[in-house]
């Protein structure tokens, strides 16, 4: 077996820009027609681009070629493959989503096949015209008939009487007889099958893997979606492998371990070789078939020194050129690959893409590119005013395939816009010997003033629903919910530090949010669940979601520091379970902690390095109990002289829970939240820890907010002696950011792609200490105001009370989100107040004003 590595190195592109300098990149469109997206990167698709209202995750072509079937998170579209026009759009029945994979085509044309997140294979049918009609349906349903099976990956036999599914949650492959719509038998396969393709005899088939083998004995093992599955010691899913099966004995014969997360997968008949995208190690993987053993490993990175982040999930082949083309979801690129000399392929370039592709195809020497976000949250009625982080606006692009000649040009297109030189610029950044310490080290590896950094994360606010009544930022105080009264120590901290009124969360709900705030990533897992998360909606409880470089914990334990977790990750249960907000809170005001709380932590080394006493997730529960547990413990600290060097501390409470009866208000819910944050800011400026403290207050994600500039935009605190006294910082700043700048001071490389090329935030420190403590305000509103029972309501106030208590607030950020942005909308304005649509979500209305001037092609992370 040969590991090829690339050959192509971004040394020979001459970009100039540091990865300190992206603080002037512009969001929205910029001067050469490209869009800067919130990550920095500039996306500029080659050929033609067609966008439409959903996120596609895989596409089809009909057997003329003349169309093109896309499967997105709401249904399929169908294009015209010469014209790029969309002819039809057809939803999925009982409006289900599209699973993260599986489209196809018979050989007739006749009947195209695709999958729900839901658990259903769904059959439409070609009329003489052309247009697609839902027919049949198979619902399939979870493993002991419970949930969703998840199905993905479609092959039809030959004889277009047998459909192959990939069940995603049973670990097996479906064979459905089309002319019964039953499923006949099922295949033991590896765990989390992805995708499937089958032997032009039909004698075989070859399935991905993503959660790869079965565990041996005595193998470290956690959780996915009801199996277990082989994890690292950071708890990230650890194997990969593509199976092979006789479908004459409905059996698998063998399997062949891959990199992690093998998704497409692209036959070379040719050359009898089997080709697997790995997109949780950045590879590909090369199969012989007549051997089925691994053949060569190639490294799809722009440079060999880059870490993960090029996260490839689509392939297709050229034979006639022998060319394999691999979409770089992370780099909004796909690699041209050569495949002349067999057992060593070699990158020789990269295709501009939208954002994020995930899926291709080539037909009459073109590409056609699915990009998952496209053109991001940018889909809408254009008589209607606002955005909203949900209109999702994906696209297919397509575009002639490079000649040798072209090919340089598009590669130099493509790797400005995905950042490569910046990020490596970052990495190679290393420190040099006898520098004086600075808040934010300008190499990686020199000293710091800080030895100790509290990073807390809390939940779904904007920075217009806190800060719009700020009138040194950049606000609109008629979108404050939760002006100073409620919130005075966020204000205060605001004004007595740093109001970075430029900031945005990269990601749109929790399940991505907490990947990006501790990961500075999310995997093609999170960026293709959109059509329904049925596999899980994560809070550090699925291995399967992790990025491969792990979490900022696992970054500062190698640098040989400690690390202490106050809750993230955790699901806190009350003993008993069922217990009222105002008993947790009158049992922690009389003192008597009389409650048991449990606790259920999904990554190990969180549970072990977890304060066993601090809860998670649970909105029974309130901040200010969460943050004396937390000053208990620096007490203690205080009393030996030993801090941890890192911890991050969750406190949920902003979330709200609606207008739920014998609830909290939403702005009780802020309040308490506001003063467990200014109690704990002003017992550590004034502890011993104080003068090498830092500390980093953010969202996990916006989505339960409005904003005059952008949906996305969000509140990010920076309190330390170092940091600068009573200013405005206006620079661009994202959740990339915090994470960069805390891998920075404490000598830690960037974890991957997407946080080396995000800007530090270095102008938010001066090398002048003031050591002057904080002062905790005390809060306005009662902590124990309570929502009105529901026999006293009537009218809206009823309507929203009973939406409140159909909320499932069980699992993180499982409400939907404009049902609960409304209600805490009319819970502090009034139920008559005109809630303020045309300001929900990403519309950008803004950012002009910023010079960062937002156009219909911004994504829906921006």
Same mark, same amino acid.
């Given at each position: 077996m040969m590991r090829i590595c690339l050959v192509l190195s971004v040394l020979s592109i001459c970009f100039g820009i540091s990865a300190e300098a992206q603080?002037?990149?512009?969001?929205?469109?910029?001067?050469?027609?490209?869009?800067?997206?919130?990550?920095?990167?500039?996306?500029?698709?080659?050929?033609?681009?067609?966008? @439409?209202?959903?996120?596609?995750?895989?596409?089809?072509? #009909?057997?003329?070629?003349?169309?093109?079937?896309?499967?997105?998170?709401?249904?399929?579209?169908?294009?015209?493959?010469?014209?790029?026009?969309?002819?039809?759009?057809?939803? @999925? =029945?009982?409006?289900?989503?599209?699973?993260?994979?599986?489209?196809?085509?018979?050989?007739?044309? !006749?009947?195209?096949?695709a999958t729900t997140a839901q658990g259903r294979l769904c059959e439409a049918v070609v009329s003489?015209?052309?247009?697609?009609?839902?027919?049949?349906?198979?619902?399939?349903? !979870?493993?002991?008939? +419970?949930?969703?099976?998840?199905?993905?990956?479609?092959?039809?036999?030959?004889?277009?009487?047998?459909?192959?599914?990939?069940?995603?949650?049973?670990?097996?492959?479906?064979?459905?007889?089309?002319?019964?719509?039953?499923?006949?038998?099922?295949?033991?396969?590896?765990?989390?099958?992805?995708?499937?393709?089958?032997?032009?005899?039909?004698? +075989?088939?070859?399935?991905?893997?993503?959660?790869?083998?079965?565990?041996?004995?005595?193998?470290?093992?956690?959780?996915?979606?009801?199996?277990?599955?082989?994890?690292? +010691?950071?708890?990230?899913?650890?194997?990969?492998?593509?199976?092979?099966?006789?479908?004459?004995?409905?059996?698998?014969?063998?399997?062949?371990?891959? !990199?992690?997360?093998?998704?497409?997968?692209?036959?070379? #008949?040719?050359?009898?070789?089997?080709?697997?995208?790995? *997109?949780?190690s950045d590879t590909v993987s090369a199969i012989h078939l007549d051997t089925f053993t691994l053949a060569a490993t190639l490294s799809v990175r722009p440079d060999a020194g880059l870490p993960f982040g090029s996260a490839p999930g689509g392939l297709a082949i050229d034979a006639a050129r022998r060319c394999l083309y691999v979409a770089n979801g992370g780099n909004n690129a796909v690699a041209v690959v050569s495949l002349e000399q067999k057992d060593a392929p070699e990158v020789r370039g990269f295709i501009p893409a939208g954002w994020y592709p995930g899926a291709l195809a080539i037909a009459n020497g073109r590409i056609f590119v699915a990009n998952v976000k496209g053109y991001g949250s940018r889909n809408k009625d254009p008589n209607k005013r606002g955005w909203h982080v949900y209109w999702h606006q994906g696209s297919v692009s397509a575009s002639p395939l490079p000649q040798d000649s072209e090919l340089g040009a598009l590669t130099r297109s493509a790797l400005a816009g995905a950042l490569?030189?910046?990020?490596?610029? *970052?990495?190679?950044?290393?420190?040099?010997?006898?520098?004086?310490? /600075?808040?934010? =080290?300008?190499?990686? !590896?020199?000293?710091?003033?800080? +030895?100790?950094v509290v990073y807390i994360i809390k939940e779904n606010r904007t920075y217009d629903q806190m800060f719009g009544d700020l009138p040194q930022g950049n606000g609109m105080p008629g979108l404050c919910v939760f002006?100073?009264?409620?919130?005075?120590?966020?204000?205060?901290?605001?004004?007595?530090?740093?109001?970075?009124?430029?900031?945005?969360?990269?990601?749109?709900?929790?399940?991505?949010?907490? #990947?990006?705030?501790?990961?500075?990533? $999310?995997?093609?897992?999170?960026?293709?669940?959109?059509?329904?998360?049925?596999?899980?909606?994560?809070?550090?409880?699925? =291995?399967?979601?992790?990025?491969?470089?792990?979490?900022?914990?696992?970054? $500062?334990?190698?640098?040989?520091?400690? @690390?202490?977790?106050?809750?993230?990750?955790?699901?806190?249960?009350?003993?008993?379970?069922?217990?009222?907000?105002?008993?947790v809170y009158d049992d922690f005001v009389s003192g008597t902690r009389s409650i048991a709380i449990t606790h259920r932590i999904g990554v190990e080394r969180m549970r072990t390095l977890a304060c066993p006493t601090y809860p998670g997730w649970n909105l029974a529960i309130p901040d200010v109990l969460r943050a004396d547990i937390f000053l208990r413990e620096l007490a203690d600290s205080e009393a030996t002289g030993r801090w941890p060097n890192f911890m991050i501390v969750y406190l949920p409470q902003d979330h709200g829970s609606g207008t739920q009866p014998d609830a909290p208000t939403p702005r009780a819910h802020v309040a308490d939240n506001d003063l467990a944050l200014g109690r704990m800011v002003e017992r550590i400026s004034r502890s011993r820890f104080w003068p090498a403290t830092c500390i980093f207050v953010n969202e996990d994600d916006p989505q339960d907010g409005f904003d005059h500039v952008d949906g996305h935009r969000s509140i990010c605190l920076v309190m330390s002696p170092y940091t600068k006294r009573g200013k405005v910082i206006s620079e661009f700043y994202n959740q990339t950011s915090v994470l960069h700048t805390i891998s920075r001071i404490f000598g830690c490389p960037p974890m991957n792609q997407m946080d080396a090329a995000a800007p530090l935030m270095s102008r938010c420190f001066t090398s002048k200490p003031d050591f002057s403590p904080y002062t905790a305000l005390p809060n306005a509103i009662p902590l124990d105001e309570l929502n009105p029972p529901k026999a006293a309501l009537s009218g809206q106030a009823l309507h929203w009370a009973e939406q409140s208590l159909a909320m499932d607030l069980s699992v993180v950020d499982n409400a939907d989100e404009d049902t609960?942005?409304?209600?805490?909308?009319?819970?502090?304005?009034?139920?008559?107040?005109?809630?303020?649509?045309?300001?929900?979500?990403?519309?950008?209305?803004? /950012?002009?004003?910023?010079?960062?001037?937002?156009?219909?092609?911004?994504?829906?992370?921006?």
């Open positions: 603080t002037d990149h512009a969001v929205g469109s910029d001067s050469h027609g490209g869009t800067v997206v919130a990550t920095g990167q500039v996306v500029h698709p080659a050929g033609t681009t067609t966008a @439409f209202g959903g996120r596609p995750v895989d596409m089809a072509l #009909s057997p003329d070629a003349g169309r093109l079937y896309v499967k997105d998170n709401r249904g399929l579209v169908v294009l015209d493959a010469v014209t790029m026009k969309v002819l039809q759009e057809l939803a @999925f =029945p009982d409006k289900q989503g599209g699973s993260m994979h599986g489209i196809a085509v018979t050989s007739d044309g !006749g009947r195209v096949y003489a015209k052309g247009v697609l009609s839902w027919a049949r349906i198979l619902d399939i349903p !979870g493993p002991q008939g +419970e949930g969703s099976s998840v199905p993905c990956g479609i092959a039809i036999n030959a004889g277009n009487d047998t459909a192959y599914i990939c069940l995603s949650r049973h670990n097996t492959v479906a064979a459905v007889n089309l002319q019964s719509m039953a499923i006949v038998t099922q295949i033991q396969v590896g765990i989390a099958p992805f995708d499937i393709l089958l032997s032009q005899d039909g004698a +075989e088939g070859w399935v991905s893997n993503w959660g790869g083998r079965p565990p041996a004995k005595g193998e470290r093992t956690a959780p996915s979606s009801g199996t277990q599955v082989v994890i690292d +010691e950071r708890g990230v899913a650890a194997s990969g492998t593509v199976s092979r099966i006789d479908l004459t004995l409905m059996r698998e014969t063998k399997h062949v371990d891959t !990199g992690l997360h093998p998704s497409a997968l692209a036959l070379d #008949s040719e050359a009898d070789t089997l080709y697997v995208a790995n *997109a949780n490569t030189a910046q990020a490596k610029k *970052a990495l190679s950044m290393a420190g040099r010997v006898n520098v004086r310490p /600075l808040p934010v =080290p300008r190499h990686t !590896g020199e000293p710091s003033v800080f +030895e100790h002006p100073r009264e409620v919130s005075p120590n966020h204000h205060a901290l605001a004004e007595q530090f740093v109001l970075l009124d430029n900031y945005y969360c990269n990601g749109v709900l929790s399940a991505d949010g907490h #990947s990006w705030a501790t990961e500075g990533n $999310v995997t093609d897992h999170l960026e293709k669940s959109f059509g329904g998360f049925a596999r899980s909606y994560t809070f550090g409880d699925d =291995p399967l979601t992790f990025s491969s470089t792990g979490f900022i914990w696992d970054s $500062v334990l190698a640098r040989g520091l400690t @690390f202490r977790n106050y809750g993230e990750f955790d699901y806190a249960t009350l003993q008993p379970e069922k217990t009222p907000f105002k008993a609960l942005n409304r209600i805490i909308w009319h819970s502090a304005m009034g139920v008559d107040a005109p809630y303020p649509e045309e300001y929900a979500g990403a519309h950008g209305k803004g /950012l002009k004003k910023l010079g960062l001037m937002l156009s219909g092609s911004v994504t829906d992370e921006d």
